[in-house]
């Protein structure tokens, strides 16, 4: 019966599994070690012939929740919960990319995961080939003999563009690569790259899954061998762990997503709507719009578009940012996710860490303005635009 459940109800009892006391939602087990009965059992659980938690940076119960309900609901056979988006990201990276190897990477992509790619592999003498992952002959083309892992996020931060993960598989099949997707702006609700036989789904869980904005944590999804070798020798060695306080949070909060997800999406295409027909913006960026990349694979790969836009004003720079700053409801912050309404500039702000050139070619222009659409009402977010907009 738990196999046909729907995803709404399975991110509500997946994973749980009810303990000696009955409690119906999972005791915060805040502990950093556990005890052995004996020196015998300790070392049979560091020789593996016993199963137990033995340390909290190898395992812990309110995370293996956790790891359990992610991995349901991205459909993979397990998972594994770290301290941040970034340490999902870079443990994901770094468990299957050795010195001389190569990665090849969407051009567009969260603004520290290009960091990462930028500015840090290279010290391990990993190299990045970054492409336009809209273009399938633009990704074989930059594939070498070195090359191991293709990585992409879609939609794409902060422009939303869709990219095509049956297109991107097939090509890393081919190769015989290992695909990872960041699902960060999708959540399983909306997007399973599972289903397109992609290796390895990334998260950041600061954003939806956790979804209330206390809490910094990450998650990667994949295969169990996949999932042992980046639990127990990238994360145990690099330290990226999740803390059990953390989990516990985002198990909480986990049980609105699907809620949640359907009210940013419902607000999200009202805001479309408004900000389309307003004479001051001339460009909307949402996941679908006629004209976009990917439009086509609206209701194929993904189910709805998510609670993130991006638009650009008729108006300079520094007109653009008096906008952001008239506005009254909405926060000025980066995330996403949350239920507060959030806006950001993604040329000063998340994607700072491109230089003018590799933001252009990433197509981040100067008058780029990128909100999260929170959960108040509709109505409510969209007078807040209008009178901002007014201003400019
Ligand atoms: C926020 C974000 C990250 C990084 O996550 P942290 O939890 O901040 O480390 C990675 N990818 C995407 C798409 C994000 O939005």
């Not at 009810?18 to 020789?47: I, M, N």
């Not at 993979?76 to 190569?102: E, P, Y």
């Not at 940012?321 to 409801?329: E, G, K, P, R």
Request: proline fraction near 3%; glycine fraction near 8%; aromatic fraction near 6%.
């Amino acid at each position: 019966m738990k196999d046909k459940w729907a995803l709404a109800t399975k991110i509500i009892h997946a994973g749980h599994i009810k303990d000696s006391s009955g409690a119906l939602v999972a005791p915060l087990c805040q502990s950093a070690t556990f005890v052995f009965d004996s020196a015998e059992q300790g070392g049979a659980r560091f020789a593996g012939d016993e199963t137990g938690y033995i340390y909290t940076r190898l395992g812990n119960p309110t995370t293996a929740e956790l790891e359990r309900k992610m991995a349901v609901l991205e459909g993979t056979q397990a998972a594994v919960a770290t301290a941040s988006g970034m340490a999902a990201v870079s443990s994901a990276l770094l468990a299957n990319l050795s010195h001389g190897d190569h990665l090849v990477a969407s051009k567009a992509v969260y603004g520290c995961t290009f960091s990462l790619m930028n500015n840090q592999l290279s010290k391990f003498g990993i190299a990045v080939t970054l492409v336009d992952f809209s273009d399938p002959q633009a990704i074989s083309k930059a594939i070498t003999p070195q090359t191991k892992v293709l990585f992409c996020e879609t939609p794409v931060n902060p422009h939303l563009d869709v990219f095509d993960l049956d297109e991107i598989v097939a090509i890393a099949k081919k190769h015989g690569l290992i695909s990872i997707v960041d699902n960060t702006f999708m959540t399983p609700l909306l997007q399973q790259p599972i289903l397109h036989g992609v290796d390895l789904v990334v998260h950041s869980a600061t954003k939806y899954l956790n979804g209330h904005g206390d809490v910094i944590a990450g998650v990667i999804c994949g295969t169990s061998e996949q999932i042992d070798k980046i639990k127990f020798e990238t994360v145990k060695d690099l330290g990226g762990v999740l803390s059990p306080h953390d989990a516990w949070l985002i198990l909480r909060g986990l049980k609105t997503l699907d809620v949640r997800v359907e009210r940013h999406c419902d607000n999200a295409e009202r805001v479309v709507e408004y900000l389309l027909s307003h004479p001051k913006v001339i460009k909307v960026h949402y996941p679908g719009l006629k004209g976009s990349k990917g439009e086509s694979l609206m209701g194929k790969q993904m189910r709805r578009g998510g609670g993130v836009i991006a638009f650009e004003l008729d108006a300079d720079l520094k007109a653009s940012i008096a906008f952001v700053n008239h506005l009254q409801l909405f926060s000025i912050a980066v995330s996403l996710g949350d239920a507060e309404s959030l806006i950001q500039h993604p040329a000063s702000m998340t994607h700072a860490t491109y230089d003018i050139e590799q933001r252009e070619a990433a197509g981040i222009g100067e008058s780029l303005l990128r909100i999260s659409v929170g959960l108040e009402a509709a109505e409510d977010i969209i007078v807040d635009l209008e009178q901002g907009l007014a201003q400019v």
